[in-house]
Structure formats: structure tokens, C-alpha cells
């Protein structure tokens, strides 16, 4: 894993939470997307060298409906920005950690993601991230 690629957080109202964090970063988000696939709508900020994803569920059977239900605001994930994502998939497999997609799937942003199990990761959300160069 190379870096620290962006830390997600689950939000009730995306556009109520961009206000919050361009207030609070002392900058506006770049960039809003939304992923049909996960059901959610994305906002990101630039921080130095990483970024803050904001989640805004679209859907209410997504996964971050039913964490927001659970849960409430709040992180919801870290990901990590991987060269190979298969190779690291792979690797951590190995390693004993629980992979919640077993295939690489297309994620905000231009990325390929996978997430490994909060369970096995010390009831962290993992995200994996590698840059996806089949431009979509």
C-alpha cells in the first residue's frame, strides 16, 4: 500500500456536508460523482497529498444507508492507493484478511476498488484503490 489515498465519510446530506467541510478545509470539493452501482452520491476535497470522500446514500437498501441507520455520520472507510490491485488482493487474501468483493469493481473517481472486511481489519473498513487506466 503506498499512501493513504482518501478517508470516506458517510454523511445524511451531501450538500449540508460540502458547506461543512468547505467552511471547515477552507476550500470547495473538486469534484461530486455519483457511483449508480453502490448507490451513492460522492464529493471529494483535496488535503495536501489525500483526500476526503463525503458519501450521501441514493438508495436506501446501499451500504451506506444501512450504515448511517447503524451507525450514523461518520467515517466510514480509509483507503489505500495500490499500483496493483489484484496483486494486493491477493496478498492480503493470504495474510488471513476477508475480501468483501472478490473481483476489482469500478469506484468514484476513476479508481478500481476492493474492501476488506471490517471484522478482519480490526473493525476498520478497508478500501483499496488503484488508479483505473481504462478511462470510463
Known amino acids: 500500500m503506498d499512501k493513504i489515498e482518501h478517508i470516506g465519510i458517510a454523511v445524511k446530506n451531501l450538500d449540508a456536508s ?25 464529493s471529494f476535497f483535496e488535503v495536501g497529498p489525500n483526500k476526503i470522500e463525503l458519501l450521501e446514500a441514493t438508495k436506501p437498501d446501499s451500504p451506506i444507508a444501512k450504515f448511517l441507520e447503524k451507525k450514523g455520520e461518520g467515517i466510514h472507510h480509509i483507503a489505500f492507493a495500490v499500483d496493483d490491485i489484484e496483486k494486493e488482493m491477493a496478498r492480503i487474501e493470504k495474510e488471513g484478511f476477508v475480501l468483501l468483493n472478490k473481483i476489482p469493481k469500478q469506484g468514484a473517481d476513476n479508481k ?15 478500501e483499496l484503490c488503484q488508479e483505473n487506466n481504462n478511462k470510463q
Open 18 to 42: 460540502n458547506k461543512l467541510y468547505e467552511k471547515l478545509l477552507g476550500k470547495p470539493h473538486y469534484k461530486i460523482e455519483e457511483v449508480l452501482s453502490e448507490g451513492v452520491k460522492t
Open 112 to 126: 478500481l476498488v476492493a474492501f476488506v472486511h471490517p471484522k478482519t481489519a480490526g473493525g476498520v473498513l478497508v
